[in-house]
C-alpha cells in the first residue's frame, strides 16, 4: 500500500520530487551540454571549437557526411594535440561535445564520454604533417567508383583545383590483408598519412577518403568540393571522349585564389547550420 502525503509537506515532496528529476535528466543530457566550451578546453579559442562543430554540420547537410566520419583541428596552443568531437553523428555535434586528444589518440580527459575509433586517422596525420591545421574524415558516395577502379581523380574546374596535383588511393589490404577496413590502431594510421604524403587529400579503397588543410574551413571545402569534383567527372566520363582537365600549375594559382576568399562561402554555409548548434 503507498503511503500518501497531505497538507504543505505533501506539495513540497512533491515540488521538490521534479526538481529532482529535472536536474537528472538536465545531467544525463547530451553528457556534456549543460557545459560551456571555455568550461572544457580552458586556454582553447571558442571560435575553434565552433569551427569544428560548425564544420561537421555542414558536411552532413550536404550528405558529404552522414551517421560516420569527423571534422578535427589542431590545438594551436599545443601543437602535439587535436580537437575532435566525441563519438557523435556530424549532424549533432556542439562545441561542448569537443574534446582534446594526443598523438597517440588518447583522450586528454575523457571523463565517460566515447570517443571516434578511427582517431588514428586524425592522430598519424598531424604527426606527419606539421603544416596540417585540419583534418576531414568522410564516406563520400561520390570518390568510392574512384578508389575501386583504375580511373584517378582529377581536378574537374577551379573549385576543387586543389586536386589538380594528384590524387593517391591507399588500399589498407595492401599492408593488413583482410580487415574491416577501419584505421582502429596507429600502424593503420601511419599507414594512410604515408600514403596522403603532401597531398590535400587521399582516397581510401573501399572506404571513403581524407581531406587536410590550414583550417578548418579548407578542409572543410576540399571534403566538399572533392564529392562535388568525383561526381561531376563520372559524368564527364559518360558523355565520352577525354575530359579537359585542370593542369597542375592551375590547379596551385586557383586555390591559393580559393583559400583568400574561402569566409565568403564558409559564411554563407555557416549561415544556414548555426541556428541549429545549440539543438
Known amino acids: ?18 526538481v529532482v528529476a529535472v ?7 547530451g553528457e556534456m551540454s549543460a ?18 562543430a560548425v564544420g561537421s554540420r555542414i558536411l552532413a547537410d550536404f550528405g558529404v557526411l552522414d551517421g560516420f566520419g ?12 587535436f580537437l575532435m568531437s566525441r563519438s557523435l553523428a ?3 555535434v556542439t562545441p561542448a561535445d569537443i574534446m582534446e586528444f594526443d598523438l597517440d589518440g588518447n583522450p586528454v580527459d575523457a571523463r565517460g564520454r566515447k570517443v571516434f575509433l578511427e582517431r588514428f586517422i586524425h592522430a598519424e596525420i598531424y604527426r606527419a604533417r606539421p603544416d596540417v591545421m585540419s583534418v576531414v574524415h568522410t564516406h563520400s558516395a561520390g570518390v568510392i567508383p574512384f578508389s575501386v577502379s583504375q580511373v584517378p581523380l582529377r581536378a574537374m574546374y577551379h573549385n576543387p583545383a586543389f586536386l589538380a596535383g594528384g590524387v593517391p588511393v591507399w588500399d589498407i589490404r595492401k599492408d593488413f590483408g583482410d580487415t574491416n577496413m577501419l584505421v582502429s590502431n596507429a600502424a593503420i594510421g601511419k599507414s594512410l598519412a604515408t600514403a596522403l604524403g603532401d597531398k590535400p587529400v587521399v582516397l581510401m579503397r573501399g572506404h571513403g577518403d581524407v581531406a587536410v588543410g590550414p583550417s578548418v574551413k579548407a578542409a572543410v571545402f576540399r571534403a566538399y568540393y572533392t564529392d562535388v569534383d568525383a561526381k561531376l567527372q563520372a559524368q564527364a566520363i559518360a558523355l565520352g571522349g577525354e575530359p579537359n582537365y585542370l593542369t597542375p600549375g592551375e590547379g596551385v594559382k586557383a586555390d591559393q585564389t580559393n583559400l583568400v576568399v574561402i569566409d565568403r562561402i564558409w559564411n554563407l554555409w555557416r549561415m544556414k547550420v548555426l541556428p541549429t548548434l545549440t539543438k
Do not use: C, Y
Not at 500500500?1 to 515532496?13: C, Q, T, V
Not at 536536474?23 to 543530457?29: F, K, N, P, S
Not at 557545459?35 to 569544428?52: F, H, N
Open 90 to 92: 556530424p549532424a549533432l
Open 70 to 81: 569527423h571534422v578535427s583541428a589542431r590545438n594551436p596552443a599545443n601543437p602535439n594535440h
Open 23 to 29: 536536474a537528472a535528466l538536465l545531467v544525463g543530457r
Open 1 to 18: 500500500m503507498k503511503r500518501k502525503f497531505g497538507g504543505p509537506w505533501g506539495s513540497r515532496l512533491t515540488s521538490l520530487g521534479i
Open 35 to 52: 557545459q560551456t566550451p571555455s568550461a572544457l578546453l580552458p586556454g582553447v579559442d571558442p571560435a575553434l571549437l565552433e569551427e569544428i
